[in-house]
Nanobody
Framework: QVQLVESGGGSVEAGGSLRLSCSAS????????MAWFRQAPGKEREGIAF????????VYADSVKGRFTISQDNDKNTVYLQMSSLKPEDTAIYYC???????????????????WGQGTQVTVSS
């Protein structure tokens, strides 16, 4: 049984930083397709970062490029999202997603992923 557990969310002022963690069990992240999504109230779930092959392939959404960094620790089976220069528009629930197989859907399409965490709230105040 695959479980993804996010942690590290919280409230921060604009310009601040947070690091989210996604601890995985039942799946080995070394060669899994791992992604971070976020969903703000009234908005669709947005793919923001993707990694595959222990970082051999990394992609970011334009909205977070240069500010967020996805990484992983295979020994801990954990994926991270380092978020810097946070803006109020980054406020959302952040989700970790995973899948073992390459699919025809884009990395940013939520339908691509079989496994999801419960989400962690990030609130950025101005």
């Amino acid at each position: 049984q695959v479980q993804l557990v996010e942690s590290g969310g919280g409230s921060v002022e604009a310009g601040g930083s947070l690091r989210l963690s996604c601890s995985a069990s039942g799946i080995t992240i070394d060669w899994a397709h791992m992604a971070w999504f976020r969903q703000a109230p009234g908005k669709e779930r947005e793919g923001i970062a993707f990694t595959y092959g222990s970082g051999s392939s990394i992609v970011y959404a334009d909205s977070v490029k240069g500010r967020f960094t996805i990484s992983q620790d295979n020994d801990k089976n954990t994926v991270y999202l380092q978020m810097s220069s946070l803006k109020p528009e980054d406020t959302a629930i952040y989700y970790c997603a995973a899948d073992n197989y390459a699919r025809s859907r884009s990395w940013s399409d939520p339908a691509r992923y079989d496994y999801w965490g419960q989400g962690t709230q990030v609130t950025v105040s101005s």
